[in-house]
């Protein structure tokens, strides 16, 4: 088991269009990483798969490493309170696994300085 596995993880919602920029985010991450790097996705609720589904498929593809990436803007209480108990029921299910989770995207510098140069764009753009 050598690959390492990316889940993006979110939130779910009733609506499947709301899963449609985070596909679009997996696409591009898996066209950045190649064939042999794993990305999928994964839900907290309303959707499928859940974080335990897509880490057992990850595992089932032979990584030895997965990386949970929590597609969320902040550290609210699904991240500091729902997504650790959820790894710890994968590391649980995956012992010989190496399953990280990272911050949210939302605290990382470079995630926020792309939101400002996103709304300094807009805004120099004309009225609509």
């Known amino acids: ?74 550290q609210g209480g699904h991240i500091r309170r729902d997504l650790p108990q959820l790894i710890d029921a994968c590391r649980a299910a995956h012992p010989a696994i190496d399953i990280r989770c990272v911050t949210a995207v939302g605290e990382d510098g470079a995630v926020l300085d792309a939101i400002v140069a996103y709304c300094l764009q807009q805004s120099a753009g004309p009225a609509r």
């Open 1 to 74: 088991m050598n690959k390492h596995g990316i889940v993006l993880f979110g939130h779910g919602a009733r609506d499947a269009r709301w899963a449609e920029p985070f596909e679009r985010l997996a696409a591009k991450l898996r066209a950045a990483r190649g064939a042999d790097a794993p990305v999928v996705l994964a839900f907290l609720e309303l959707m499928e798969p859940s974080l335990i589904g897509a880490t057992a498929g990850l595992a089932a593809q032979g990584c030895g490493t997965i990386t949970v990436v929590p597609v969320f803007f902040g």
